[in-house]
């Protein structure tokens, strides 16, 4: 079980029409298995580096080096988000009534996207 304080992301949800198999429901998008899977590693890995990171600074390490992989994780967070908003946006494009009716409009897309920017 998941500790209160973390988030998850629930993409096991069947609720919002039929799932393939291949496909995996964010929210209301269903996404491609591989890409889901793919987010969710790169997570763990990231989560990995901010327990590295949060042991650097007990440790008392080199503000440089803390700083370095710092930089790094801040990298990583970021392209999670931006594949995470590539697939949605596809999903939008290729899927413009389910996307409409699920209140993600292209544009709300391309405005998660430039959060990320």
């Not at 008392?60 to 930089?71: F, L, N, P």
Request: charged share 25%; with cysteine; net charge negative.
């Amino acid at each position: 079980m998941t500790p209160p304080d973390r988030p998850t992301i629930d993409v096991t949800d069947t609720s919002v029409g039929d799932v393939s198999p291949d496909t995996r429901t964010i929210g209301a998008m269903e996404l491609p298995a591989d890409v889901v899977d793919g987010i969710l590693n790169r997570l763990r890995r990231i989560e990995g580096q901010v327990r590295g990171l949060q042991q650097m600074v007990a440790d008392g390490r080199d503000c440089r080096d803390v700083t370095t992989q710092i930089a790094a994780a801040n990298r990583a967070l970021e392209q999670v988000g931006f594949v995470l908003v590539a697939a949605g946006l596809t999903w939008c494009v290729e899927h413009p009534e389910e996307s409409a009716a699920a209140g993600y409009e292209v544009a709300d897309v391309q405005r998660m996207f430039m959060k990320l920017a």
